[in-house]
T-cell receptor, first 110, second 110 residues
Framework: DGGITQSPKYLFRKEGQNVTLSCEQN?????MYWYRQDPGQGLRLIYY???????QKGDIAEGYSVSREKKESFPLTVTSAQKNPTAFYLC?????????FGPGTRLTVL | GQNIDQPTEMTATEGAIVQINCTYQ??????LFWYQQHAGEAPTFLSY????GLEEKGRFSSFLSRSKGYSYLLLKELQMKDSASYLC???????????FGSGTKLNVKP
């Protein structure tokens, strides 16, 4: 099956700990994106990558980091510097015209 | 910057027609997209417009007027399963960044 996978679906962490969210795609898409969604709000761009070994900050990159060592993978690390990390995190990849989303990871920091 | 506005919530009756509006102000406009998002799930792509006019896909149609910075999503023959949030998103320029509105929560009642 072709698609985008994110794991885990639910993640709990203690305050002050770094955590890495995985995103894998087998759609052969060059571009990948990370968004954050808070209750009742739209998606806000954290980081995006147009090609392997390259990525750019989005609108809310502070407290996050990414890597793009392989075309298929775009992991996001939520660091202890992120003040309000509890949110729904969505990964997407882009075909010629539009984005396709993974199922999301709901992160709760206790 | 980007400014995308949608109504927060709408209610309609099963079998009826509903129109969800979206207005935007953006630089480097390169397409307008509509996504459906059920509670707790990832957005799924519905339609997109790059040129002015109406795009029809079954029960869903989307319209764009670039000169007015305006789009709408039209849903016909509403079904209960159409109860969801509908996100309007603008793609910007050559970097293919997407900016999302806060979403319109549609409640379909019997």
């Amino acid at each position: 099956d072709g698609g985008i996978t994110q794991s885990p679906k639910y993640l709990f962490r203690k305050e002050g700990q770094n955590v890495t969210l995985s995103c894998e795609q087998n759609l052969n898409h060059d571009a990948m994106y990370w968004y954050r969604q808070d209750p009742g709000q739209g998606l806000r761009l954290i980081y995006y990558s147009q090609i392997v070994n390259d990525f750019q900050k989005g609108d809310i990159a502070e407290g996050y980091s990414v890597s793009r060592e392989k075309k298929e993978s775009f992991p996001l690390t939520v660091t202890s510097a992120q003040k309000n990390p509890t949110a729904f995190y969505l990964c997407a990849s882009r075909s010629t015209d539009t984005q396709y989303f993974g199922p999301g990871t709901r992160l709760t920091v206790l | 910057g980007q400014n995308i506005d949608q109504p927060t919530e709408m209610t309609a009756t099963e079998g009826a027609i509903v129109q969800i509006n979206c207005t935007y102000q953006t630089s480097g406009f390169n397409g307008l997209f509509w996504y459906q998002q059920h509670a707790g799930e990832a957005p799924t792509f519905l339609s997109y417009n790059v040129l002015d006019g109406l795009e029809e896909k079954g029960r869903f149609s989307s319209f764009l007027s670039r000169s007015k910075g305006y789009s709408y999503l039209l849903l016909k023959e509403l079904q209960m399963k159409d109860s969801a949030s509908y996100l309007c998103a603008v793609r910007q320029g050559n970097f293919n960044k997407f900016y999302f509105g806060s979403g319109t929560k549609l409640n379909v009642k019997p």
